[in-house]
Nanobody, 111 residues
Framework: QVQVVESGGDLVQPGGSLRLSCAAS????????VNWYRQAPGKQREWVAT???????NYAESMKGRFTISRDNAKKTVYLQMNSLKPEDTATYYC?????WGQGTQGTVSS
């Protein structure tokens, strides 16, 4: 069974940055595209970004220019660098690939 663990969530002020990590227990992750999703309180889960196995990235429109997804296959880890954060970015951020989901990491943007 593959485990997926997100980390890096924190409380930051508006305009600040966070770097989230998604670590997988098996190298199988290197063969798949990996997605980040987020869910804010009272809202549906929404797609944030995807990185393919070859490293091509795609972003939801509201994240373009602020978020960067990357991967380090040697570490079996995918990152989400989030800059210029806004209060509306407050959410639990989840990592997913194939049929595997992490437990989420909380990012809060507030002054």
């Amino acid at each position: 069974q593959v485990q997926v663990v997100e980390s890096g969530g924190d409380l930051v002020q508006p305009g600040g940055s966070l770097r989230l990590s998604c670590a997988a227990s098996g190298s199988i992750v290197n063969s798949y595209g990996v997605n980040w999703y987020r869910q804010a309180p009272g809202k549906q889960r929404e797609w944030v970004a995807t990185i393919t196995d070859s490293g091509t990235s795609n972003y939801a429109e509201s994240m373009k220019g602020r978020f960067t997804i990357s991967r380090d296959n040697a570490k079996k880890t995918v990152y989400l660098q989030m800059n210029s954060l806004k209060p509306e970015d407050t959410a639990t951020y989840y990592c997913q690939f194939k049929g595997y989901w992490g437990q989420g990491t909380q990012g809060t943007v507030s002054s």
